[in-house]
């Protein structure tokens, strides 16, 4: 029986995996993961995430709204995917009013820490996005 921890191995393996698929992915953090998505219009997400496909369902722009408010709660900490959501949210018609109080509504379950984290990257995306 090996002395190594099953998670370090599971690890290790998911490691060498990534790195026999692409060798360019031992180097890649979540940093990268928000670069690699561009920001799809909003007639595409409209239709693939909104009502596109389930004409009596939530629009795009409340999903989008839902998700960052999941996001905030867990703890703000996929912030890559945080700032996935505020980017694809904007372009689905949210205006930074509606993203700033899902965010803060948020804090109530999410706690304090996670709500300013969360307020710090949409910002950070907004700020960005209004120099484009």
Request: aromatic residues 6%; without cysteine.
């Amino acid at each position: 029986m090996s002395d190594e921890n099953p998670f370090e191995a599971m690890m290790k393996a998911g490691q060498e995996w990534a790195k026999s698929i692409n060798p360019a992915l031992e180097k890649f953090t979540a940093g990268d993961f928000e670069g690699m998505f561009p920001t799809m219009p909003k007639d595409i997400m409209e239709q693939f995430m909104g009502k596109g496909m389930n004409p009596e369902g939530l629009d795009a722009k409340t999903k989008l709204l839902l998700t960052l408010q999941g996001l905030t709660i867990q703890g703000a900490v996929a912030e890559a995917q945080i700032k996935l959501t505020v980017r694809h949210v904007i372009e689905a018609g949210a205006t930074q009013q509606e993203v700033a109080e899902t965010i803060a509504l948020s804090g109530m379950f999410g706690g304090v820490p996670a709500m300013t984290k969360a307020m710090e990257l949409a910002n950070a995306v907004m700020k960005k996005d209004d120099k484009t």
